[in-house]
């Protein structure tokens, strides 16, 4: 297990350990295989999570330059069913008994409630897929639901629209005649005989009236859009959204690795970033500087010769990165699939590296200076996971309205 001492600002990792130790046997050692005792099986099995394993909770915190407050987040295995709020020690002050697992986040809505997105199984290929959704609902910090919307064809993202309605992701079958146009993606990796899902944003009223739909097909290109290596069942993934300060929307299409900005009164796409620099991107939403931060995953990049993750800020009007995180040695920080990343108050940014169950924080320079491993292992498409969609930290105050809002 890492040890971190923040007085001396000196992280003390397994490789830098493994050095030490290899030096002192070394220099101590008897250079003689024939002096030493014979080894002893281990009475305790090692454990068989690698994640579990190289250590989680708290891993290390600098109070001087952490963003101080509240870290909310839902693990994404099968039969979880709780959302955490822990502080910067980690430990955990409240938690939401929900009655579905995530599917697959939740946030504090600015009124202080909780909107979580559960998972309902259905019949269909989105149904039971396992980013399904189902259900989006408005909870109070005491359990109680205010309201519950639900959609067999939501997935991955929806949100609480300031106008008080709910926009949900949504899929459906493509038709077959545009499904034949779309390029791209490995061949064979269609489901059915040779289908495709789409997505669609519905925007509805929190009792469950349409209002407003967006199909993705309408205004995307089958022989442009194109995926590079993922899966041909979906084209192309929506993964998250967000509401825009001029009420239009902001949406991901991972597959496709590109985000679009949706006219709200016209329908139109008008504007538009793909790849590169993108690379099965998450997670996109605007600064107040009027920027564009998301989580940039990168597991097929057109402009690197390996996957790596980072985290980057764009400028809408130039769609120049203006500021990014990535480790110096690239592919030590990547997840596939999943995360996000959140400005702070004070100019730091929290990341979740969610494939792993990873958060910290870095400041505007780079270093971290809070990190947090997800310790609420389960399983999750028959693998043991401590995976997280999303993770977001609220201030003090911000947890202080949460607990009366009603």
Known sequence: MDAWD???????????????????????????????????????????????????????????????????????????????????????????????????????????????????????????????????????????????????????????????????????????????????????TEYGNGQMDAPYLVEMTTDGKIVWEWRSWEHLDPEADIAVQDDRDVWTVGNGLSEMPDGNILLSFRDISTVVMINRQTDAIYWKLGAPPLAGQHAPYMLANGNVLLFDNGPHRLDQSFPHSRVLEIDPATKKIVWKFQEPRLAD??????????????????????????????????????????????????FVVNAVQRAYRYSAEEIEKARTAT
């Open 6 to 188: 923040s007085s001396a600002n000196t992280r003390f990792t397994r490789r830098n350990l493994l050095f030490i130790t290899a030096g002192t046997a070394a220099i101590g050692g008897s250079g003689s295989a024939a002096g030493q005792a014979p080894a002893t099986p281990s009475a305790a099995p090692i454990e068989p999570a690698t994640v579990k394993r190289r250590g989680v909770g708290l891993r290390g915190h600098d109070p001087d330059r952490a963003f101080a407050g509240f870290t909310l987040f839902s693990p994404l295995p099968s039969t979880n069913k709780t959302v955490y709020l822990i502080d910067m020690q980690g430990n955990v002050v409240h938690t939401w008994q929900m009655p579905y697992p995530p599917g697959q986040s939740g946030y504090l809505t600015e009124r202080g409630t909780l909107f979580y997105n559960g998972q309902i199984p259905g019949d269909s290929h989105v149904g039971r897929a396992p980013y399904r959704g189902g259900s989006a609902l408005e909870m109070t910090w005491d359990g109680r639901i205010l309201w519950e919307v639900k959609h067999p064809d939501h997935n991955h993202d929806g949100i609480r629209l300031r106008n008080g309605n709910v926009m949900l992701i949504c899929q459906k079958p493509l038709a077959s005649e545009i499904a034949a146009k779309v390029q791209g993606g490995r061949r064979g």
């Open 333 to 382: 920080f990547f997840s596939p699939r999943l995360s996000n990343a959140q400005r702070l108050p004070n100019g730091n940014t929290l990341i979740n590296e969610g494939w792993f169950g990873r958060f910290f924080e870095v400041t505007p320079a780079g270093d971290i200076v809070w990190e947090y491993v997800n310790p609420y292992f389960g399983v999750r498409q028959n």
